[in-house]
């Protein structure tokens, strides 16, 4: 009855109305998401300051950029980040000594105009100094994962702070490779392989004004075959920006670049340019027709360091995230192809857990019992052989004790004896004493008389 007062206490159109809304819905949810239709604005509304505005918080926040330098000790990994950046940077003597690759990172706040970087430099200190050199790669991939987990880490978070996160994940790869002018030796083959799907992996030529034009131009070649051959997948410049479309697509066709750093400076013509000089004549380090410093500089910071950063994050840490996620049991859709449900996979993988808990929990204490069983059993020995050692020992000292009265018992004897011989000895020289002295005094009186 209650019902039905309510039911009549609505007027039947919204009745209707109320109905129809929710037949609408369910027939809405079950439609796909019909598609946007375009409409002319009749005035200006303002969204068009959307990139504005993206500009101006980018710049209020800052940007950061990771550069891992990875190639043998003293080829210039450090020299040329300072020409890139144009600045000194610290650095460390290098050594041939290390016992092992060990990554060292230094981080920097740049500022150029109105743009602030925080840029953080990594180098492998010791890479391809020792003769074993078989896991020189696996520090550098340890290095790689371990960032891409902190950011994972963080990014679960429950209350998580990705804004102001400082991210340490590597944005591009720079492998210096030795200018021998014949082919990849194996570490550098075997190391790019196993970074190139992890980071964005740029190869250059370290030291080109060791090696001759065309040794260098066979060798680039010769480099790039044995790439493609073992499957490397070097970083190549993005090409469907139609802005920088046609100078990537260029300076693709010239990787590895073949570059030359240095900070000393030389007058060449009537201006000061960094060189660097030798007896025989400059190499200049900004000359095109040197090196490709200018054409690493321009790929690298000024056309594509935006694209290296998106890189990592979708493509490099997506692969990350998405494998890790899947050794955890998480999946887009279940076997059914229906979708997948969060909360049921982790329930399922805690009572996964809790079962596997349980069972850990139950073996330990079934080797507990037995420990204890094993060490009852010990002492329970150990005790009966204190106790037949006790035995023996109180056996022994009795007998001991037995003999030793025995002997107590003879010398008392014997002390008796002596004592009843002394004493008759010292009778019968009392008695030779009394015999003695009545001799003389009876020779004295006859005298007298």
Known sequence: AAGGDSQRSIPPPLVRSLHGDAMETAETEQQPAAESRSHNLSGHVGFDSLPDQLVSKSVSQGFGFNILCVGETGIGKSTLMNTLFNTMFESDEATHHEPGVRLKSHSYCLKETNVDLKLTIINTVGFGDQVNKEE????VVDYIDTQFESYLQEEMKIRRSLHDFHDTRIHACLYFIVPTGHCLKSLDLVTMKKLDSKVNIIP???????ISKSELHKFKIKIMSELVSNGVQIYQFPTDDEAVAEINSTMNAHLPFAVVGSMEEAKVGNKMVKARQYPWGIVQVENENHCDFVKLREMLIRVNMEDLREQTHTRHYELYRRCKLEEMGFKDTDPDSKPF??????????NEF????????????Q?????????EMDLKEKEKELHDQFDQLKKTHQEEKKKLEEKRRELEEEMNAFNQRRMAAQTLQGHSFQATGQQPFK?????KN
């Open 443 to 447: 020779k004295d009186k006859d005298r």
């Open 367 to 375: 080797m507990f019992v037995a420990r204890v069983k094993e060490t």
């Open 354 to 365: 809790m079962s596997e808990l349980q069972k850990k929990e139950e073996e330990m204490r």
């Open 204 to 210: 250059i030529v370290a030291k080109a004004d060791t």
């Open 341 to 350: 449900s969060l909360q049921e996979t982790y329930e399922a993988k805690r």
């Open 136 to 139: 020189s790669y696996k520090p």
